[in-house]
């Protein structure tokens, strides 16, 4: 099960972002941020495919069209390797450890 949790402006992503999570969550989009969020933090992403890329790239375009950035960070290795295989560096950043 796919969840986002809300925390001060950051949203902790957790679960599959599977095609069939997008699927699910795809008419539930604009109420799934905070006003206040700032940061997907996305190290409970258990899995995901290009949808769940998809999804989170709209997420920051939705975010951008209001005038607000969001920026991605965490994402565990599994996500890193399609961040690598699309060439997304630009759209995630580092944490400091």
Same mark, same amino acid.
């Given at each position: 099960?796919?969840?986002?949790?809300? %925390?001060?402006?950051?949203?902790?992503v957790?679960? %599959?972002?599977?095609?069939?999570?997008?699927?699910?969550?795809?008419?539930?989009? /604009?109420?799934?941020?905070?006003?206040?969020? %700032?940061?997907?933090?996305?190290?409970?992403?258990?899995?995901?495919?290009?949808?769940?890329?998809?999804?989170?790239?709209?997420?920051?375009?939705?975010?951008?069209?209001?005038?607000?950035?969001?920026?991605l960070?965490?994402?565990?290795?599994?996500?890193?390797?399609?961040? /690598?295989?699309?060439?997304?560096?630009?759209?995630?950043?580092? %944490?400091?450890?």
């Amino acid at each position: 099960m796919l969840s986002f949790n809300q %925390e001060e402006g950051v949203c902790r992503v957790s679960g %599959e972002l599977s095609q069939a999570a997008v699927v699910q969550l795809w008419p539930k989009l /604009d109420g799934l941020l905070s006003q206040t969020s %700032e940061r997907l933090d996305l190290s409970g992403i258990v899995y995901s495919d290009s949808a769940g890329v998809a999804l989170l790239l709209h997420l920051v375009a939705q975010q951008k069209a209001q005038g607000k950035t969001l920026a991605l960070c965490c994402p565990p290795e599994q996500l890193k390797k399609l961040i /690598d295989l699309y060439d997304l560096q630009d759209f995630f950043i580092e %944490e400091a450890k």
